[in-house]
């Protein structure tokens, strides 16, 4: 058998030939032995065992296969934590901070007794947790359409102690919610990909569920059923903010958004400087 570094440098290199990062090498290293990165490098010359060797190998042959670090590691990091997440859901991306920092913002300058939230599409359940824990008062429902994904998002809520700040339900859009419920914010984190552009993403990401991504034609199908409900379920003055695929869909959403009386349509633009947020207020 061979040494932890001779076993993470065999994979750099493996790694590097399928165009992956090689600091990936250590990642996965620490999850085949269960150990934090300190206790890697303090045992970085000790000898494998065969059972950690064969997860190890097994793990960077998924990878060269193109299946996400994400899934093969059971976790992603977003905003403050990390939350699981498996297959059956979509992987967080770090420019949808930006939908919990405005959301965050939003409520917290308002002045309310218990605050009403309501997220659609929830996925692993990360954006509606970071919120909840930022925002400790603020009562939350969460939907999706897929169960396996509310499964997992329920998992999260346990973990970071949420549960009880967080109700869950299993339908498409607002049609599981209960008839009188109503809220003083809606976040989403659609599918906003077009359905033209599907087939020429990244091997990884098609790895992701299909009905996370296609947004079906110009990305818009889900955005413009999200924006055409939500008027019911809102409080006057409510915030509707969701998350956008970048300048070329804003025409539409405006537009959209202006039919149906939403008011100082806005939109934010992430670290890379193209528009991903879009927020407007029931009028």
Same mark, same amino acid.
């Given at each position: 058998?061979?040494?932890?570094?001779?076993?993470?440098?065999?994979?750099?290199?493996?790694?590097?030939?399928?165009?992956?990062?090689?600091?990936?090498?250590?990642?996965?290293?620490?999850?085949?032995?269960?150990?934090?990165?300190? @206790?890697? *490098?303090?045992?970085?010359?000790? =000898?494998? @065992?065969?059972?950690?060797?064969?997860?190890?190998?097994?793990?960077?042959?998924?990878?060269?296969?193109?299946?996400?670090?994400?899934?093969?590691?059971?976790?992603?990091?977003? *905003?403050?934590?990390?939350?699981?997440?498996?297959?059956?859901?979509? &992987?967080?991306?770090?420019?949808?901070?930006?939908?919990?920092?405005?959301?965050?913002? *939003?409520?917290?300058?308002?002045?309310?007794?218990?605050?009403?939230?309501?997220?659609?599409?929830?996925?692993?359940?990360?954006?509606?947790?970071?919120?909840?824990?930022?925002?400790?008062?603020?009562? =939350?429902?969460?939907?999706?359409?897929?169960?396996?994904?509310?499964?997992?998002?329920?998992?999260?809520?346990?973990?970071?102690?949420? @549960?009880?700040? =967080?109700?869950?339900?299993?339908? /498409?859009?607002?049609?599981?919610?209960?008839?009188?419920?109503?809220?003083?914010?809606?976040?989403?984190?659609?599918?906003?990909?077009?359905?033209?552009?599907?087939?020429?993403? /990244?091997?990884?990401?098609?790895?992701?569920?299909?009905?996370?991504? /296609?947004?079906?034609?110009?990305?818009?199908? &889900?955005?413009?059923?999200?924006?055409?409900?939500?008027?019911?379920?809102?409080?006057?003055?409510?915030?509707?903010?969701?998350?956008?695929?970048?300048?070329?869909?804003?025409?539409? &959403?405006?537009?959209?958004?202006?039919?149906?009386?939403?008011?100082?349509?806005?939109?934010?633009?992430?670290?890379?400087?193209?528009?991903?947020?879009?927020?407007?207020?029931?009028?």
């Amino acid at each position: 058998m061979i040494s932890v570094l001779e076993a993470i440098n065999a994979a750099k290199t493996e790694l590097a030939y399928h165009h992956k990062p090689v600091n990936e090498a250590e990642l996965l290293m620490m999850h085949a032995l269960g150990c934090k990165r300190m @206790e890697l *490098y303090l045992n970085h010359k000790k =000898i494998m @065992e065969q059972s950690p060797y064969d997860s190890f190998m097994s793990y960077i042959e998924r990878r060269k296969n193109h299946e996400p670090l994400s899934y093969i590691i059971g976790q992603r990091p977003f *905003y403050k934590s990390f939350f699981k997440v498996t297959p059956e859901t979509f &992987i967080p991306r770090s420019e949808s901070e930006l939908l919990v920092e405005k959301a965050v913002s *939003y409520l917290t300058n308002q002045v309310l007794g218990e605050v009403r939230l309501l997220e659609i599409g929830t996925g692993c359940g990360a954006i509606s947790i970071s919120i909840a824990k930022e925002m400790p008062c603020t009562r =939350i429902d969460a939907t999706d359409i897929s169960s396996s994904a509310l499964k997992v998002a329920k998992e999260n809520a346990l973990i970071h102690h949420c @549960e009880s700040q =967080i109700q869950f339900f299993h339908g /498409d859009l607002y049609e599981a919610l209960p008839k009188d419920a109503k809220y003083h914010l809606i976040v989403c984190n659609p599918p906003y990909i077009p359905s033209e552009r599907i087939p020429s993403l /990244d091997k990884e990401v098609i790895a992701e569920p299909a009905n996370a991504l /296609d947004g079906g034609f110009l990305g818009l199908d &889900i955005i413009f059923r999200l924006i055409s409900g939500a008027l019911h379920w809102m409080h006057q003055k409510a915030l509707l903010l969701f998350e956008i695929d970048g300048a070329m869909q804003i025409p539409y &959403i405006t537009a959209m958004m202006r039919k149906h009386h939403f008011r100082s349509v806005f939109w934010e633009k992430d670290m890379s400087g193209l528009p991903r947020i879009v927020g407007g207020y029931y009028q």
